[in-house]
């Protein structure tokens, strides 16, 4: 079965490091998404991609990259990271029709 | 710009009660997509209805019916005789590309 996947589930590291969180996709959509859940603000976009080598920020994508070199993965990065991204991280993929938004499980960031 | 609104942040009720959730939502777009996602406490995002703007029919799925008015921009959900394993989290979107502009959820508690 097609599903989309997210890795690591919890990570935690320290001010100021690099870190990247993986989403694996085999619906083969080339719609990608990455949203940030956080207490009292339900989920924020922070960046999407409509396809390979297309990448595009949200509402909430300072501090943050994505990179689409192919069409199952679309990494995100935390180029610095800061306190205020300890979050839950949602990754999503959609197809062409604008049928449902599958969204992976999910990895909780805890920046300290 | 597209905002959707949850005013209920937290709804408590007793087991076999009725309860609505409502969702309001802002869009110049003609064309747009409205959501409802359920996260239980386990943390996934589970889909439940997807409507499209040109489709005010309501909708019942078992003991969950959705009821869209565009006149009065709206799509609520009601749970009809709510049971324990409905607490949850409950966000309500909104669609008009690819990504999806969230409430910021109503937190469910149904108790014994």
């Known amino acids: 079965d097609a599903e989309i996947t997210q890795s690591p589930r919890h990570k935690i590291t320290e001010t100021g490091r690099q870190v990247t969180l993986a989403c694996h996709q085999t619906w083969n959509h080339n719609n990608m998404f990455w949203y940030r859940q956080d207490l009292g603000h339900g989920l924020r976009l922070i960046h999407y991609s409509y396809g390979v080598q297309d990448t595009n920020k949200g509402e909430v994508s300072d501090g943050y990259s994505v990179s689409r070199s192919n069409t199952e993965d679309l990494p995100l990065t935390l180029e610095s990271a800061a306190s205020s991204q300890t979050s839950v991280y949602f990754c999503?993929?959609?197809?062409?029709?604008?049928?449902?938004?599958?969204f992976g499980p999910g990895t909780r960031l805890l920046v300290l | 710009a597209q905002k959707v609104t949850q005013a209920q942040t937290e709804i408590s009720v007793v087991e076999k009660e009725d309860v609505t959730l409502d969702c309001v939502y802002e869009?110049?777009?003609?064309?747009?997509?409205l959501f409802w996602y359920k996260q239980p406490p386990s943390g996934e995002l589970v889909f439940l209805i997807r409507r499209n703007s040109f489709d005010e029919q309501n909708e019942i799925s078992g003991r969950y019916s959705w009821n869209f008015q565009k006149s009065t921009s709206s799509f609520n959900f009601t749970i009809t005789a709510s049971q324990v394993v409905d607490s949850a989290v409950y966000f309500c979107a909104l669609g008009t590309g690819y990504a999806l502009n969230f409430g910021k959820g109503t937190s469910l508690l149904v108790t014994p």
């Open positions: 999503a993929s959609v197809g062409p029709a604008q049928e449902t938004q599958y």
């Open positions: 869009t110049r777009d003609t064309t747009y997509y």
